[in-house]
Structures are given as structure tokens and as C-alpha cells.
């Protein structure tokens, strides 16, 4: 499913913005830009497209992708990557 076609729930909409919060704060503070919130963001909507609903999983495949695309896993300490 396209995320820019899907229609999102009160409730869900919600979760998604707790998940993007708690995933933003996962990262180092100068990296806590709007250009990466909205990649997070964009993570977690293409992962709610799909069906999933569960919070860490969202959280994790958004910073998954972030990670893989933008090369700062190296900023990320170890226990921090483990979503």
C-alpha cells in the first residue's frame, strides 16, 4: 500500500507521532534535525502501510532505514541501536 493513500486512524496517528518522539530521542542531539524527523517519519508510515501496529516494531524499522541511508550508525552507540 502507498503511504500517501493510506488513511490512518485518531488512535493511530497518535501512536505513530509517541513512536516518532521516542525514536527522534534515540538519536544524538545535533542529529535531531527536521530533515531526520521526516525521514523517521516517513519510516514509520510506509511500516504502518503495511499492517504493523506495534509500537518497537515501527520504531525499529524507521531507524533501520535511517541508519542504512544516511551512514550515522557510526553516531549510534551500540545499546542505543538496540531498538
Do not use: F, W
Not at 44 to 66: D, F, H, M, Q, S
Not at 68 to 81: F, G, K, N, Q, V
Amino acid at each position: 500500500m502507498n503511504p500517501r493513500a493510506a488513511v490512518y486512524q485518531p488512535e493511530l496517528i497518535e501512536l505513530m507521532k509517541a513512536v516518532l518522539e521516542d525514536a527522534t530521542l534515540t538519536l544524538p542531539e545535533a542529529k535531531r534535525t527536521s530533515a531526520m524527523k521526516a525521514e523517521i517519519a516517513s519510516g514509520i508510515l510506509a511500516c504502518a502501510a503495511k499492517g504493523e501496529r506495534n509500537p518497537a516494531a515501527l520504531k525499529e524499522a524507521a531507524l533501520l532505514a535511517v541508519v542504512e541511508c544516511s551512514h550515522y550508525s557510526h553516531d549510534i552507540s551500540p545499546e542505543r541501536r538496540a531498538v
